[in-house]
């Protein structure tokens, strides 16, 4: 029997529209080798910043979430070691495990290592490099907001519960203090100026300086303990390595301090650990770098921290910065506060903020939440409860992808993780 209709002829990229069941196309060939498309078999290729510049995406970030095991970490140091090639550089200040150390060095990059007895000190208060782009009053706010906000975060962190408006008067005159004195001020210099404050800045605010060593005290003995306790001997004084603006890779590895369930000692060496890195990065001319956190999760579960990284990721993208941001599951995001909290809102502006998230295997009790995160179909929350090591949903607005990680033989080695156990 003749078929009524005449033949027709167009192009796949026309025939989607008709026909939409054949595979999409990918991303283009501009970017960095993942490994292959699962459903079309053709080669997958991911770069942030060339998918920000055609608006595929719109912000350059990716939030990477899978059980333990599933190969989150080896993905990024996928992406990462290969877009080397490109010219990125890519900065870990998050990495509890130490396992970006071996992966770093073999790029010939710098990794430094952070613990108590350990001769590396990080002045997390440096101002960093004044970019030529930024003015030097601007400059002078940015640093001074930085350094102000790092103080802050130390402090609310340590005392569990947001600063008074008094408390944060007394830390802005301490800081105002110790600056107005030394170029590069230290924590210790700050600790000083809290425990003893200078007249006249008291005066200032129409406070002396005995009630304003009252209103600071709690303050100053929070921030002391990176100065004379458990966390002493790796912020508290100036810094003993200096930031290699040409190292296409730097880590900092914090598996040194007792990683056995003290996560609030780990959480306040990733606050400074990632201040100080951030303001030597802090450059619009820096070219293209990723900064890399690794086991995001412990340091989300505070408050204080998530602020600072808001407030850092606001101005990363003004600097070309893409922040990998690696956790279990997206219930990390809300478990860090109630509905309605400041630091659920907080959580949940990261991931919006995050127009990449790769999905490797989640529980499948987390399935309904990721899938209400998200807003994945039926046949991606089906795809993500069965997906095997390695192989993860690439979620871009209005598009995804199932990718199969594909790792050349050095480096299944250079990424392996089992080896430790
Ligand atoms: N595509 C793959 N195929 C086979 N094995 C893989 C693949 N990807 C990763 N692995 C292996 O699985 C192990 C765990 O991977 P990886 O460390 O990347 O997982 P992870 O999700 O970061 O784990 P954790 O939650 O413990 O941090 C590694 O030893 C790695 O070599
Ligand atoms: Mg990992």
Redo the contacts with the bound molecule.
Sequence with gaps: MDLLVDAHRATTRIAQVAYPFLAEGGLGADGTYI?SDVFSGGSFVYDPWVLYQSRVITNPNVLLA????????????ALITRSIALGHKAYIPCDP?G?WTSVTEAMGGTAIKLGPGLPARLNPLDSGRRPDAVASDEWDRIVWSRRRALLGTLAESTLGRPLAAIEHTALDLALETVCAQVPTPTIPDVVVALFKPDDRWAERVGLNASSLTTDGREVAHAIRRLVHGDLSGMFDGPSTTEFDPAAPMVSLDSSWIGSGGNDQALRLTLACASSWLEAAVADPAGGNRYIVY??GWRVMRDPALLRRMQEQWKLSRAWGISNVL?V?RLSDLAAVGDLGSEARALAEGLLADCSTRIM?RQESDQLARTANLLGLTDVEIATIAKL????ALWRLPNRSFVV????HVRE?EL?????RM
């Design positions: 490994g899978g059980v333990i095991g599933s190969g989150k970490s080896s993905t990024a140091k495990k396992e690794d086991e690696i279990h490797l095997p090591k390695g192989r199969q990680l594909v790792r299944v990424f392996d993780t089992d080896g």
